[in-house]
T-cell receptor, first 115, second 115 residues
Framework: AQSVTQLDSHVSVSEGTPVLLRCNYSSSYSPSLFWYVQHPNKGLQLLLK??????LVKGINGFEAEFKKSETSFHLTKPSAHMSDAAEYFCVVNKGTSGTYKYIFGTGTRLKVLA | DGGITQSPKYLFRKEGQNVTLSCEQNLNHDAMYWYRQDPGQGLRLIYY???????QKGDIAEGYSVSREKKESFPLTVTSAQKNPTAFYLCASSPGQLFSGNTIYFGEGSWLTVV
């Protein structure tokens, strides 16, 4: 079985401080992992994607994530939060067994950025 | 610009009524998906399609129907059999094979409310 767990449903940071959004996954195989961002009443936009080429993945808007197989984690970070980063973030894992692939979405982390 | 267009953005359904959500993409993607999003939850898969005239049920297909008569179009009908249809609906597409680990692109979503 495979799943993805976002450890925090809400995270608040002050503008200019670092952001850490945590994601753990379970998978029998090496997965593809994604982070998406969703602004209110909007669709999801890809931030970054891991597909085994490099464990540290850089995405758009200054975000990056590190794939740690030993910890089964794929945490999203940003050195300095901006007000425009306030949104909901989804960690997604893609893998399966014997052809039964699917995308599994975490339940989301809502990021609040304080002025 | 290439993308996925969903319409309408807001839709109200009366009891016993069927409603159809439109999804059109000009990305030339083969795979298309419909997801349902409820507050505080991740996305759940309703239906998916790899090619024209072929589609498969996802995890929560009961009360929904789809068609894929053209590559670029994948409309979703919410039937009266869906007892709790109030939600945010997201259409998505990806290049290549279904669930292959390629990036998923999302539309802006449609809000459906039962009145």
């Amino acid at each position: 079985a495979q799943s993805v767990t976002q450890l925090d449903s809400h995270v608040s940071v002050s503008e200019g401080t670092p952001v850490l959004l945590r994601c753990n996954y379970s998978s029998s195989y090496s997965p593809s992992l994604f982070w998406y961002v969703q602004h209110p009443n909007k669709g999801l936009q890809l931030l970054l994607k891991y597909t085994s080429a490099a464990t540290l993945v850089k995405g758009i808007n200054g975000f990056e994530a590190e794939f740690k197989k030993s910890e089964t984690s794929f945490h999203l970070t940003k050195p300095s939060a901006h007000m425009s980063d306030a949104a909901e973030y989804f960690c997604v894992v893609n893998k399966g067994t014997s052809g039964t692939y699917k995308y599994i979405f975490g339940t989301g982390t809502r990021l609040k950025v304080l002025a | 610009d290439g993308g996925i267009t969903q319409s309408p953005k807001y839709l109200f359904r009366k009891e016993g009524q069927n409603v159809t959500l439109s999804c059109e993409q000009n990305l030339n993607h083969d795979a298309m998906y419909w997801y349902r999003q409820d507050p505080g939850q991740g996305l759940r898969l309703i239906y998916y399609s790899q090619i024209v005239n072929d589609f498969q049920k996802g995890d929560i297909a009961e009360g929904y129907s789809v068609s894929r008569e053209k590559k670029e179009s994948f409309p979703l009908t919410v039937t009266s059999a869906q007892k709790n249809p109030t939600a945010f609906y997201l259409c998505a597409s990806s290049p290549g094979q279904l669930f292959s680990g390629n990036t998923i692109y999302f539309g802006e979503g449609s809000w459906l409310t039962v009145v």
